[in-house]
């Protein structure tokens, strides 16, 4: 139900276009959105009933803003902005980067060919992005072969390896004219957007020669070249009239889900595809959502732009087009039209495969987190967080955390605590303090940054650590979160969850899960998840200290040196194995060398 002041704030809302602002309990903007009518849009999330994403949105909205403006264009030019600045957790976020490599021809004066996975605007050429790492590299190694420029570094004074291979054109010893450079180039892109028939010819005439030259391994080598072109180059079905650079997108919609399907095209063929699916925020105008992931989409960093977008009917073209800065057009008939249709099949289809694997999958995730909660008498949560300390006879203690978020681990959000009180080792006063410490260190930083709280945290103990951190979130944090502890057997195994509430007058009590159940698997899920990611980071910071004291007991190796070696070598072993000039050359005396050579 809508606050008082959302109430208040709807009767004045104007029926023109513009982009609204929700925002969460700490006026943080968590979502963005445009509309031709911000009355009827904005009013729609608070007086309609909401499923799915978009029910989730409005539990968390206390307030919005809206900016109104003159045109539906320039309602979408600014949500581009807006999103852009804030990076609202509910619309579409992508991640960075494709991870896919390009062929660049560098733009120097003596040019190469290269594979990359940065796009700089450096003046060079790239052509890709390659969805197969091995295709790439093939490719580059029969242009390096057939078309070469420069392999080798440069001026040397001496004709280098490729340039007896014939795989370099001789910057090595002499200055190579830039039309021989531009001429090779040519050939190149050429090659790179598709056009093979004039490649086949000339190196049919090579082999020819070579043949007759009784050059039988130069032959040899140019049949493998041509049997690349035939098995890589052909291979690929010929599915459009010209060789435009172009991406085709289509989308499909279906129980609150966008599945968005992406077509690339290059050098006529279907280079490669890429589908994504998210659940839908705003479900009135979908459109829009697909509208901004593609603005998004060609925002991440490593993207290039192709010659042509094409995208179905009811989208703004217009709009795209002034924001991309290429052409953005929807085919009515024709070939362009049927790939147009193909995309959206291929959405569907794998949105339907999505709600297939995401039943079976939330009974093993958000249905086993479920029943943790069920079995708590808690309402549905979607974040659990528990602790787990590990230390040597009270030697380096640390602390880690690991989040669960829907019955899946966050690891992004996983934390690791170095603590800062000794340990009184056998003393059931340790796990007091670690776990007071690492408890007051974790809530009262989301507190200070306005960050949302767990909706439930697992201690891995008893009823020692429980207590501890419902005093310190209780008493000093004035906060409610449930705590419950993953208690064991005398076997060692988890079977029963401690909880309770005494200090608000709640008693402990055990709670046992049946060990055949999905919650059970994954609360002791999350019990060995937070015991492994603590046994590591402690192994990793005692073998760091132990090094460091060992480094230490050394004479004449004082805090500047030791750094110096522990940055260096990284290991003790590397250090022993190290020989005097090895030393010496981070920064080490003769004398503190030796010193160091002869105590290890």
């Known amino acids: 139900m809508a606050s008082q002041l959302i109430e208040n704030k709807l009767k004045l809302l104007p029926a023109k276009p513009g982009c609204y602002l929700m925002k969460d309990v700490n006026g943080k903007v968590i979502y963005v959105g445009k509309s031709k009518n911000l009355k009827s849009r904005v009013r729609s999330y608070f007086k309609s009933t909401q499923v799915g994403r978009r029910a989730e949105l409005v539990e968390n909205i206390s307030d919005y803003d809206i900016i109104t403006v003159s045109t539906d264009k320039e309602a979408f030019l600014l949500e581009v902005t807006l999103i852009k600045k804030y990076q609202p957790y509910y619309n579409v976020q992508l991640k960075q980067g494709t991870g896919y490599p390009y062929i660049e021809i560098t733009n120097e004066r003596d040019p190469q060919t290269k594979l990359t996975s940065i796009i700089r605007k450096d003046g060079g050429y790239y052509f890709g992005p390659y969805p197969n790492v091995y295709a790439a590299q093939a490719t580059l190694k029969f242009i390096q072969k057939v078309f070469p420029l420069r392999r080798c570094h440069g001026k040397q004074g001496r004709p280098c390896l490729y340039y007896h291979m014939g795989q370099c054109l001789g910057a090595c010893f002499k200055n190579v004219p830039k039309s021989v450079y531009a001429a090779q180039i040519k050939k190149i892109k050429s090659f790179l957007n598709g056009d093979i028939g004039w490649v086949k010819k000339d190196l049919n005439q090579r082999m020819e020669t070579a043949s007759q030259n009784l050059e039988f391994e130069r032959a040899a080598e140019i049949r493998d070249q041509l049997n690349y072109i035939e098995e890589t180059v052909e291979k690929q079905k010929i599915i459009s009239n010209d060789n435009t650079q172009r991406d085709i997108f289509n989308f499909y919609v279906d129980k609150s889900w966008i599945a968005i399907q992406i077509f690339f095209l290059r050098q006529a063929k279907l280079l490669r595809s890429e589908t994504r699916m998210y659940p839908l925020t ?16 060609y925002g991440q960093r490593n993207r290039i732009l192709p010659k042509e977008v094409l ?130 260190r974790r809530y009262s930083r989301l507190l200070k940054e306005h960050k949302p709280m767990p909706d439930l945290i697992l201690m891995d103990g008893g009823q020692i650590q429980v207590d501890a951190c419902e005093d310190i979130l209780r008493n000093e944090l004035d906060l409610n979160i449930p705590v419950a502890g993953m208690v064991k057997d005398n076997k060692h195994r988890t079977n029963h969850l401690l909880y309770g509430d005494p200090i608000n007058g709640v008693p402990l009590k055990l709670i046992p899960l049946d060990p055949k159940s999905q919650g059970f698997y994954l609360m002791t899920r999350i019990q060995d998840e937070v015991h492994r990611f603590a046994i590591t980071f402690h192994r990793k910071t005692h073998a760091k200290n132990a090094l460091s004291s060992k480094l230490d007991s050394i004479k004449g190796i004082g805090p500047k040196s030791r750094n110096k070696l522990l940055r260096h070598f990284g290991s003790l072993r590397k250090i022993k194995e190290a020989s005097i000039d090895e030393l010496r050359s981070v920064g080490l005396t003769l004398p503190q060398a030796q010193t160091v050579k002869l105590t290890l």
């Open 311 to 440: 995208v179905p009917a009811k989208i703004d073209n217009e709009a795209l087009s002034e924001v991309l800065h290429v052409p953005v057009r929807t085919p009515k008939r024709g070939q362009k039209r049927s790939l147009l249709n193909m995309a959206k099949d291929n959405a569907k289809l794998k949105l339907d495969e999505k709600f297939r694997l995401l039943e079976l999958g939330n009974r093993k995730t958000k249905g086993a987190q479920k029943e943790i909660f069920d079995s708590l008498g808690l309402p549905y949560g979607h974040v659990i967080e528990s602790f787990d300390h590990s230390h040597i006879q009270g030697a380096d203690p640390v602390s880690a955390l690991v989040v669960f978020r829907d019955g899946e681990p966050d690891k992004n959000s996983y934390r690791k605590y170095k603590l800062k009180g000794e340990v009184e080792h056998q003393n059931g006063g340790d796990e007091v303090r670690n776990t007071r410490e690492v408890v007051r």
């Open 282 to 297: 705003d479900t009135n105008d979908p459109e829009d959502t697909f509208s901004s992931f593609i603005v998004q989409f």
